[in-house]
């Protein structure tokens, strides 16, 4: 489904764009919940279904759902939610407003009141007009608004609140002012990674940069990935492939190089930007003159890095980037025996720096350039002169 071009299919070889019965000339997008074909249509509170379960043309039924959107507004999008609520597992129909109503149906025929009924509604702020804002998550569904990240599951348990916010609490005083600008813009997209366990925000491009918001799915940690000229992004067989803004098809979070080509050749290093949580080192309240730090680093060449230490809670960058050549390594059933050098293990590097600064708390703020995949920055310890309290 694409808003403007109608309803299509694909049987595996060949698209055919569908006609429907009853269905609006501009559907925005289609969701499929008990075996039965749903739609939404542009600006419209109502939602239109297949009357025939099991068949992916023919007549379509309005049903309205007016009732639900509390706030105004239309249908955004249709969600089919897997949840186990203690009489067994059962698919729910969850329907999205574009201000922010949840409702949440159960049952099987919607022409029946009998078997389909709504179960609540609930309230998650403003949500994008355009683009992909929801994804499952294991056993969940996210979905993104103007509160950030929210989970289904915590949302009808009563467990997503200001005093028990969502996973992106951590991000929100960036996200929430870049949903609000600009939810009315095309390309948001939201989808979960698994081979690298990552959920990626995707939001549109914003003055001419592109920033992806990305948190690891089993610390809850969250960092950007920057000049990523992805403008829309799938998942196929596990890869993503996003398309560019000079009209390319790339994939993304896949080896250990940037910018390599289709043959393989090619590509640089990726670089990273980090800066630690602000610490005291033990002595909150002296004054303290930084002198050297040495950052701790577990990878299979040394990384090569800029740095700076940051004090009294500034996040002032590194300026420069570092200079990176990766070591030639042998490929199995590739390589000349008794010729090529074997690839070494992970080892632990570490480094005296010098820096300047005075506070009562540092941060550590660097640049890296490394193996992608195999550098892991540890830890760092820092050296400085103790002066008074004042």
């Not at 109608?6 to 269905?23: F, H």
């Not at 467990?159 to 969502?166: D, L, V, Y």
């Not at 610390?219 to 398309?243: H, K, Q, R, S």
Request: with cysteine; aromatic share 12%; charged share 15%.
């Amino acid at each position: 489904m694409s808003p403007g071009a109608g309803y299509w299919t694909y049987d595996g070889a060949t698209w055919t764009q569908q006609t429907v019965t009853g269905l609006p000339a501009d559907p925005t997008s289609v969701a499929v919940w008990k075996n039965r074909v749903w739609f939404t249509v542009k600006d419209s509170a109502s939602v239109y279904y297949l009357d025939t379960v099991d068949a992916i043309t023919g007549t379509a039924t309005e049903f309205p759902m007016g009732s639900i959107l509390r706030n105004g507004g239309y249908v955004r999008g249709l969600v089919n939610w897997t949840l186990d609520a203690g009489v067994g597992i059962d698919d729910y129909l969850v329907v999205v407003g574009s201000q922010g109503d949840i409702g949440v149906w159960q049952g099987t025929d919607p022409s029946d009141p009998t078997k389909f009924g709504l179960k609540g509604v609930w309230y998650v702020g403003p949500v994008p007009k355009y683009g992909r804002f929801f994804t499952n998550f294991g056993g969940d569904v996210m979905l993104l608004s103007e509160l950030g990240l929210v989970p289904m599951s915590r949302l009808v348990n009563g467990q997503f609140s200001e005093i028990q916010p969502g996973p992106s609490q951590k991000i929100q005083s960036l996200l929430s002012p870049v949903i609000g600008e600009y939810r009315d813009d095309v390309q948001w997209d939201l989808f979960l990674v698994p081979d690298s366990d990552v959920l990626v925000i995707k939001p549109p491009e914003i003055s001419g940069r592109f920033v992806q918001y990305a948190m690891n799915v089993n610390t809850g940690a969250w960092c950007t990935f920057t000049d990523i000229p992805m403008v829309a992004a799938a998942l196929l067989n596990g890869e993503v492939y996003f398309a560019t803004d000079d009209n390319r098809v790339a994939k993304a979070f896949v080896g250990e190089l940037d910018q390599v080509a289709v043959d393989g050749t090619g590509g640089e290093a990726v670089e990273g930007e980090i800066q630690t949580a602000f610490n005291a080192f033990g002595t909150p309240g002296q004054l303290k003159r930084f002198t050297m730090v040495r950052p701790v680093f577990l990878a299979r060449q040394p990384p090569s890095l800029k740095l700076r230490l940051n004090t009294q809670y500034s996040f002032q960058s590194v300026a420069g980037s570092p200079s990176f050549v990766g070591e030639e390594r042998a490929e199995w059933d590739d390589a000349e025996w008794n010729l090529a050098r074997w690839g070494s293990a992970s080892n632990t590097y570490e480094i005296w720096v010098g820096v300047t600064g005075l506070g009562y708390y540092g941060a550590l703020r660097m640049r890296i350039r490394g193996l992608g995949g195999t550098t892991l920055f540890a830890s760092f310890h820092a050296m400085s002169e103790l002066g008074g309290v004042m």
